[in-house]
């Protein structure tokens, strides 16, 4: 998938990840190359740049990526990646004080009651010895209590205490604080309140000489359910601006080269936004997103609605759905233990990398893998820069599965005899095994780790594989293919020869979109008449057109056509009563009349048969809305996938690369090598085979084949 020999580059995306960061460059054909480079968490400009010039050599072997108009031509550059995750993880963010109402002062530490279970393993949850609360964002010292109170209605019940605010902002500078988040009970109904005390704060600060930033949650997540609302905007005011830093830095970077644009990063719920974009918060938890996107882009592609996602790379396993041609999306996320207000792409992730440590204990003499990960630096023993602990990758290495001379096409030689020195030493012989032998078993072991993941993933949601295709991805997604899929009734699995930059193609296959919310609360109570209907359908129209308006908005700040923006209304319908609303893509683009109002309780009556079955409906309880939403999208250039004729089933011998022992089902098997670049639509070939690209390789055992359809997607059979 090589562009042509002039570089006309229109789009960079980038994935990065805990242990590689991948590049793709599209040009104005939709022709893509993809590079590859280890990720630089200090500076993530440092692995963008090299991971481009790998990808820009592809081109033209000549071309000086570093030189001022390198990417003059360049229409857009995408970021997709962990950086404001691992400023939360590792708790390097910004000093931040909260003020709240008055006897709310302790709400990090009560919490949320589903909030101090979630993330725990399955025996935690049961031996509640082992229970215990993730430790609270902010300290109780720096949350700081006002009077005064919005009632459920969005009328002020108790007038604010203005001089309580004052004495909070002025303790909260006393503290030296960074940044000030403020959450007020039913702000998203009516943000009086909060937007006096931002008033009050910033005469405090104007009087003291010392500006701090004001964060309101009626800006940021102007949507109820407290605790998730209030870690939300505190995620903002502690993370977002050190990542903004960051973003800043990668934009300069590319902007000595010729880039006239601002950087766009990936957003949680799969849009796109300016790293000026006011929420930035949302693409806090854009990692694993690519990958979505991309899935959903090869499924219209192949005209197959149902994937099942499965991305492996070296410290995770992340598993995704994509169900009728769309990603799930969730509207509250959890990470390190904490509950948040951000729409989010569901994926289920599980510890389960090559870079996952190999150990063996030392009194229950077992194998146990991770959950720690050598990561990127120093990265696997194979890797030669100090790391001395065996990894799932060096077991792959020494049983032949990779090409110690082939990884990242050749730019890092892996050592293999150290490999298999320290797996020998620390592992196999506390075993008294052959090093070959526990290498394999490590590898079926991690291997049935992810396969029962993939299991779960579908079978909590009722789903069978049967009904589902496999996509593996990631690095490493294809080389373990065969075995964490065995069996598993799929209707097909599959994998591309992208597949290690397939989150990076999915960063660069989709459109800048913005999503917003608000709650609010809009009832239908059975047989409600016209005039109550015309009544609730004012109230839906007031929200969108305030949400299209921002949109507008944040568009026109962000330098972009926004009159040229699309819009999509949401809504989050349940029926009375119930504790869970279903999102609704609403039929009409505004309640014009009763029949809209009809129209939109249809759709939703019909995906709750879809999810729950006809017999679940209640049409008796009426209907509830405590929740709108709007998507705002321009479109931009995407890769194309370029579909070829199909050739014959017989490899050519170019694509051959010669043999390699591989050691599997417990012996010494010889492996046919074949460069996946060469492979041709229609090629078909059989197992025992390895079939290597620069940056992933895909083991194919005996038993099974694999074939190459005319979209150069790699199915095995």
């Known amino acids: 998938m090589t562009p042509g020999a002039a570089c006309g580059a229109q789009i960079i995306a980038c994935d990065a ?69 691992n400023t939360l993880l590792t708790g ?91 959450c007020l009970m039913f702000s998203y109904l009516n943000p009086a309140h909060e937007l006096r005390v931002a008033e009050i704060a910033h005469d405090v600060m104007r009087e003291r000489g010392r500006e701090v930033t004001i964060h309101l949650s009626q800006h940021l997540a102007p ?59 949302e693409s806090a938890f854009s990692g694993p997103i690519g990958g979505l996107l991309g899935a959903r882009y090869l499924a219209q592609e192949l005209g197959v609605d149902n994937w099942l996602c499965a991305d492996m790379g070296g410290t995770s396993f992340d598993v995704g759905l ?39 204990d030392p009194v229950t003499r077992r194998i146990a893998i991770g959950p720690e990960s050598a990561g990127a630096d120093p990265g696997p023993v194979s890797y030669d820069r100090g790391n001395e602990t065996p990894t799932v990758m060096d077991c792959a290495l020494i049983t032949g599965l990779l090409n110690p001379a082939n990884y990242l096409g050749g730019k890092l030689e892996l050592n293999v005899a ?20 526990l290498a394999e078993g490590v590898l079926r072991l991690i291997s049935s780790t992810m396969r029962e993941q993939l299991r779960t993933t579908l079978s909590m949601r009722g789903f069978s594989p049967a009904d589902y295709r496999l996509l593996a991805y990631g690095g490493a997604g294809p080389l373990l293919m065969a075995l964490y899929t065995e069996g598993l009734p799929f209707a097909g699995i599959a994998t591309v020869p992208w597949a290690a930059g397939f989150s990076a193609f999915g960063a660069a296959a989709v459109d800048i979109v913005h999503r917003y919310q608000k709650s609010t609360t809009v009832t239908i109570p059975h047989g409600a008449d016209d005039a109550w209907k015309t009544t609730m359908g004012a109230q839906i129209n007031a929200i969108w057109q305030e949400l299209r308006t921002q ?49 939109l309780l249809e759709a939703f009556e019909r995906h709750y048969e879809r999810i729950y079955a006809g017999v679940a409906k209640h049409e008796r309880a009426g209907f509830q809305i405590l929740e709108l939403g709007m998507e705002a999208s321009l479109p ?41 670049d060469a492979l041709q639509p229609g090629n078909r070939l059989d197992g025992t085979a390895v079939i290597e690209a620069p940056a992933t390789t895909f083991f194919v055992p005996a038993g099974r084949s694999v074939e190459m359809d005319e979209l150069s997607v790699l199915w095995l059979r």
């Not at 029926?575 to 809209?596: A, F, H, K, N, W």
């Not at 370029?642 to 051959?656: K, Q, V």
């Open 92 to 182: 390097t963010g910004r000093r931040v004080g909260v003020i709240t109402r008055r006897g709310d002062e302790d709400i990090f530490l009560y919490q949320r009651t589903s909030q101090s279970w979630v993330g725990l393993s399955y025996p935690d949850t049961l031996h509640h010895a082992a229970h215990h609360y993730p430790p609270p964002l902010v300290p109780r010292r720096l949350v700081k209590g006002v009077s005064g109170r919005i009632d459920c209605f969005g009328r002020e019940a108790i007038p604010l205490y203005e001089h309580e605010v004052r004495r909070a902002v002025e303790e909260l500078l006393d503290a030296q604080v960074d940044a000030i988040a403020v």
């Open 223 to 281: 949507i109820a359910r407290e605790h998730g609302r209030l870690n939300t905007v505190v995620l903002h005011a502690y993370a977002v601006e050190p990542c903004r830093e960051q973003y800043h830095g990668i934009e300069r970077a590319l902007q000595t080269r010729g880039f006239r644009h601002p950087l766009q990063v990936v957003l949680a719920h799969g849009g796109l936004a300016s790293i000026r974009y006011p929420r930035l918060h």
């Open 17 to 85: 990840g805990g242990t590689m960061t991948d590049v793709i460059v599209v040009d104005a054909e939709g022709r893509f190359s993809i590079g590859k480079a280890s990720t630089t968490p200090h500076d993530q400009s440092l692995g963008y740049l090299e991971s481009l010039r790998d990808a820009l050599a592809q081109w033209r072997s000549d071309f000086d990526a570093d030189a001022p108009d390198a990417l003059a031509g360049v229409r857009a550059c995408v970021y997709a990646g962990t950086a404001m995750l």
């Open 551 to 599: 949109a507008h908005e944040d568009f026109a700040a962000e330098g972009l056509d926004a009159a040229a923006a699309a819009y999509s209304p949401l809504a989050y319908v349940r029926y009375g009563m119930q504790m869970e609303d279903l999102e609704i893509r609403s039929p009409v683009t505004s309640i014009g009349s009763t029949c809209d109002l009809d129209r």
């Open 418 to 437: 150290k490999a298999l020195r320290a797996l020998d030493e620390r592992c196999a012989r506390v075993l008294d095994v052959d090093p070959y032998y």
């Open 322 to 360: 994509i169900m009728g041609g769309e990603p799930l999306v969730q509207r509250e996320v959890a990470i390190t233990r904490r509950i948040f207000n951000l729409p989010t792409l569901v994926m289920d992730t599980i510890a389960a990398g090559m870079g996952m440590y190999v150990t063996v």
């Open 636 to 676: 931009k250039v995407k890769p194309k996938l370029l579909r070829r004729a199909l050739g014959s089933a017989t490899p050519a011998a170019a694509a051959i690369k010669g043999a390699r022992q591989v050691y599997y089902d417990g012996r010494w098997q010889t492996a046919t090598l074949y460069d996946m």
